[in-house]
């Protein structure tokens, strides 16, 4: 049996070496600018940099992907575009992009370079990845996060593309790609300008024993005290909801903080035919990458083993200090 | 697809048992306290011999880490304040082209009480990062992530949350530090102990910890107040009344 492959996380060099030295089949990372969905102060890689990531990976087998996974700016095509010429340049793998444009321009300039179709584009249905295959080429598709284990299972009959699927990590609840709470709050949205809740937006106050998290001015979340904490968006803020009932505090409305870890879905997952699994977290430090990679990987080789997948303690690492297996196993929908 | 017998070559596995995995944690716990302790030191040799030494420190540091410290004064010029709330002393780091280091005392009630400002003569910080001495230097050495830390709350952060955020994928990019080895050889003698004592450190606290546990407790409780002492937890400056 074919081992799932593992995608990893890397938001510095010292973290694509954690990776690859922890396990990963493939690192994914972005160039130090806004053609990539994690934007944020002090990440990423220069040219140079993902020029030595690719000799560090490539000497130990193992894949480089970058992400261009923006929608570029309206009359300002240049820094995607030159950002996918970079990436053929530089040898890598693979590029991760949703926008139709880039990918036309991609397939058309560089034909030799492997296309994967980023979650950014939110393609969960068979029409829609046909579409991207016969148009650009793509050769797999990152899957959004709101899809169950069987209609992931029926979209891999129907197709002939690889697909990959986020196992590990935070997780946007809304479909990705289409949502603009960010913007609401900051002007800035992780569709355009590569970062949700860009942190000059956000404040943390001490009110108390309590932790307020503000965006963009607005308070979204209070936590108590002792209670755990996560990231300052909006999907997970708490809010009053108009025409409550008295006394009715505020309350989760999308989602609660709480990470994705679907490790006991392995054998459902390769039942439903994905290819490739995917750990989140390019803005996590590299001791999280060396912890959730090494799990990882001792499961798959569990699992292709034959025997049970292990239960491995990452409790530790996740938003909130809860664990969900999101939408893989939601019964609501 | 990966072979897994072509893992790296540089890196040979390490295995530890669990007992040399717990005394290897010991040595760790017994070499924060005695850096904790050495900053606690700071303000007893007066503002300008610390600032020397802290300022031999950062080249030090910088000669190890060229790419981190480059980006550091590629920064915009700001301060960060970063605030052990169980030590005596907190450091003052001005990223930017003018990156320095500076040891700030803290009061009885911490020196900015986790809030942005108030340093006295140290200026006004940007931002302040708080939290126990142990975690912050286990993030400044990169061997914990910071995102874990906050979502346990054992780490607060106030002021400019972009700095912070900056300044610690800035150091996370590096490969792992040993801040209290490069602290040590800058403290001239201790650099040629510190790696003996690392070696003996797990296994000699072992014999300590065996007879300390047949100690009658008041004995017991007595050591423990006098190893808080030396280690700068001093009565009335303990975490909570320096919130
Ligand atoms: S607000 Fe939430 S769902 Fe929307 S982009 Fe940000 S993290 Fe994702």
Not at chain 2, 168 to 186: H, K, Q, W, Y
Request: charged share 25%.
């Amino acid at each position: 049996m074919d081992n799932f492959e593992l995608i990893c996380p890397a938001g510095t060099p010292a973290a694509l070496r954690a990776a690859v030295d922890a396990g990963a089949d493939a690192v994914y990372l972005g160039f130090r600018d806004e053609t990539n969905a994690r934007n944020f102060p002090g990440l990423n890689f220069t040219r140079q940099d993902v020029a030595d990531a690719v000799d560090y990976a490539h000497a130990r087998r193992v894949e480089v992907y970058i992400a261009i996974n923006t929608y570029p700016q309206a009359g300002n095509l240049g820094p995607w575009q030159k950002a996918v010429d970079d990436a053929a340049r530089l040898k890598v793998d693979a590029v991760i992009m949703a926008d139709p444009g880039l990918l036309a321009y991609a397939a058309k300039h560089h034909p030799d370079l492997r296309l994967h179709l980023s979650v950014q584009a939110s393609a969960a249905n068979v029409e829609a990845i046909r579409l991207y295959r016969d148009a650009f080429g793509v050769r797999r598709v990152v899957l959004p996060r709101v899809l169950t284990v069987p209609e992931i299972a029926k979209l891999n009959a129907e197709i002939d593309i690889e697909t990959e699927v986020f196992v590990f990590g935070g997780l946007c609840p809304m479909a990705e790609g289409r949502c603009s709470l960010s913007s609401y709050a900051t002007g800035l949205s992780p569709n355009k300008q590569g970062v949700c809740s860009p942190a000059n937006h956000v404040r943390y106050e001490q009110r108390g024993g309590a932790l307020a998290s503000t965006l963009g001015g607005f308070t979204i979340n209070v936590f108590g005290e002792g209670e755990q904490a996560g990231y300052p968006t909006l999907c997970k803020g708490r809010f009053v909801a108009t025409g409550a009932g008295e006394g009715s505090g505020p309350a989760y409305l999308f989602e609660e903080p709480t990470s994705l870890n679907a490790m006991d879905l392995l054998p459902e997952l390769k039942a439903a035919g994905v290819r490739a699994l995917k750990i989140e977290g390019r803005q996590r430090g590299k001791a999280y990458i060396a912890a959730v990679v090494r799990a990882y990987r001792e499961a798959l080789e569990t699992f292709a083993a034959g025997r049970p997948v292990p239960h491995i303690d990452l409790q530790a690492m996740v938003e909130g200090g809860t664990q969900t297996t999101g939408a893989y196993t939601r019964a609501w929908r | 697809m990966r072979d897994p017998d072509v893992r790296d070559p540089d890196v040979a596995p390490t295995v530890f048992t669990p007992d040399a995995l717990a005394s290897r944690e010991r040595a760790r716990r017994f070499e924060t306290g005695l850096s904790r302790a050495g900053l606690g030191l700071m303000p007893r040799l007066g503002r300008r011999a610390s600032d020397v030494l802290l300022a031999r420190l950062l080249r030090l540091l910088a000669d190890r880490h060229p790419r981190a410290f480059e980006a550091l004064r590629e920064m915009a010029d700001a301060r960060v304040l970063i605030e052990p709330v169980d030590a005596p002393v907190a450091l003052l780091m001005r990223v930017g082209p003018d990156l320095s280091l500076h040891a700030v005392p803290r009061g009885a009630n911490g020196v900015g009480g986790g809030a942005v400002g108030g340093l006295g003569e140290a200026g006004v910080a940007d931002a302040v990062v708080r939290g126990p001495y142990a975690r912050l230097l286990d993030l400044l050495e990169g061997r914990i992530d910071g995102d874990a830390l906050f979502f346990r709350r054992e780490l607060t952060i106030s002021g400019d949350t972009a700095l912070i955020l900056a300044l610690r994928n800035t150091l996370d990019g590096e490969e792992e530090m040993d801040l209290v080895a490069d602290a040590a050889s800058i403290a001239g003698p201790l650099a040629r102990v510190l790696p003996v004592l690392r070696r003996n450190a797990g296994p000699v606290l072992d014999r300590i910890e065996a007879a300390r546990r047949l100690l009658p407790p008041p004995l017991r409780r007595g050591i423990e107040r006098v190893e808080a002492r030396l280690a700068g937890v001093l009565p009335g400056n303990s975490p909570e009344t320096g919130a």
